[in-house]
């Protein structure tokens, strides 16, 4: 049996995978419609929802690789929201070879009947 804090990890790796593999429904599937989010792509703007996450995941396939690991990862569980942060590390495949990048991201979950559902997520 999982704790609440391992849910949330298992979740959030799911979560990145879907990003990176660009798996769109699968992403969908985890995430409130009202997600709200901070990220460098909205340019200090609050975005509420998720037509503006769909956008990336619609592009044509680079042909290039990513993966993201979790590093530091910090969770607080309160009743039926959970707050994960971590530094997201970055590994991609480029025409001139991988590069990799990092940056800290929190993400707060809230659980329903379904599940764990990401209602917010901020990136700097
Ligand atoms: N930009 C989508 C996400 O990080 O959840």
Known sequence: MSTPEQELLAVSEKLLQCIDGGDW???AALCDEQLTCFEAEAKT???VGMPFHKFYFDL???GHKQQSTIASPHI???GDVGIVCYTR?????????PTSSSANETRIWRRDASGWKLIHCHRS
């Open 60 to 62: 044509p396939p680079s």
């Open 89 to 97: 590390l970055v590994q991609r495949t480029t025409d001139n070879g």
């Open 76 to 78: 607080n569980v309160v």
């Open 45 to 47: 703007h609050l975005v």
């Open 25 to 27: 429904d699968g992403y």
